[in-house]
């Protein structure tokens, strides 16, 4: 028996050494836990700022926005981007430097560029959705495309990014149809999903 247990924590050992070789599993639930606060004050903003203009969201997306309103918007999601990215930055640095991995290599490199390959793509099918005044599908978009990216980059780092993927694309291609709760489900899906994803993370790794 004590063989057998043996026998069993050496092919743990040598698949963590494979994982590590292969993967960047450095990911800090924390960093996803401070991406969904980040999301969910700035969907508290711009709900304020709506209200505060008696804009109501459905018939604004439907009917247009004005030039005023939509830099607003796109100025709250570049504030949103820019804290989630520094967070993410942080914690994953922090947690690299206690698994003494480094925080620059050919692991890293692959998983950044099989993110940013999708996210890229999305970035610029919104931006040509605001040019042709399709503003109702922007929200969903960022959910497929950011869905994809994770499913895309799962296999460079922890495969429970996958899952996470999955629920941001189906939640996306159901908000295609339900346009009128586009700002409802980028918070869910940037704020709540990323909090409970990193929550998980952080009580099943870093514990």
Sequence with gaps: MNQ?????????????????????ISLSGLSGVAAGVC????????KWYLNTHNIR????????????????????????????????IYFTTRKARKQ?????????????????IPLAAGGLFCMVLLYHGIIY???????????????????????DIRYLGICELVLGLVACIFIGYGLLSWAFGFGVLH??????????YER
Excluded: C
Aim: charged letters at 15%; glycine letters at 8%.
């Design 4 to 24: 057998q247990h043996e026998q069993l924590a050496t092919l743990r050992e040598i698949r963590n050494i494979m994982d590590r070789s292969s993967r960047f």
């Design 137 to 159: 599908l922007v929200a969903p978009s960022m959910l497929v495309f950011y869905g994809l990216a994770l499913i895309n980059g799962s296999k460079y780092t922890l495969s």
């Design 100 to 116: 003494q991995q480094r925080i620059w290599d050919s692991k890293v490199q692959r998983l950044l560029l099989n993110l940013a």
């Design 57 to 88: 969201y459905r018939t604004a997306v439907q009917a247009g926005l004005n030039q005023s309103t939509l830099l607003f918007l796109v100025g709250v999601a570049l504030v949103v981007l820019v804290l989630a990215l520094g967070s993410a």
């Design 195 to 204: 909090i409970l994803y990193g929550t998980i993370m952080y009580y099943k």
């Design 39 to 46: 999301a969910l004050m700035g969907a508290g903003v711009v």
